[in-house]
């Protein structure tokens, strides 16, 4: 059930965000933050690829500290601060997840 409903999440909180940030451009943000889930990419370099009980913040190369300070870093200029957005909530969502698999 978890991993449905994160899936699920990582869809409808880039909608509801794209409906409320962006309203006269809502599914230009909404097709943008949904790109920048691609940064999931990075688990094709884990060995396994999927591992259930595996947290991704802090363990995949773009779910890296270092990398989400350049994601705030994204949302400074106007020109890159919907995908800087997108990408802080994909690893707000992913840890979320982490915390959600810790209380299990």
């Known amino acids: 059930m978890r991993p449905l409903l994160h899936i699920l999440l990582h869809v409808l909180v880039p909608a ?12 230009r943000a909404f097709l943008v933050l949904m790109a920048t889930m691609l940064v999931d990419l990075d688990h094709l370099l884990a060995d396994p ?6 947290c991704s913040i802090g363990f995949h190369p773009l779910h890296s500290t270092g990398a989400i300070g350049a994601y705030v870093l994204l949302t400074v200029p106007a020109r890159t601060r919907l995908v800087g957005l997108g990408l802080l909530i ?15």
Do not use: S
Not at 16 to 27: D, K, L, P, Q
């Open 49 to 54: 690829i999927y591992a259930p009980g595996r």
């Open 90 to 104: 994909h690893m707000v969502l992913d840890g979320i997840d982490c915390v959600w698999m810790a209380l299990e």
């Open 16 to 27: 509801v965000v794209a409906r409320a940030a962006y309203r006269e451009r809502a599914m």
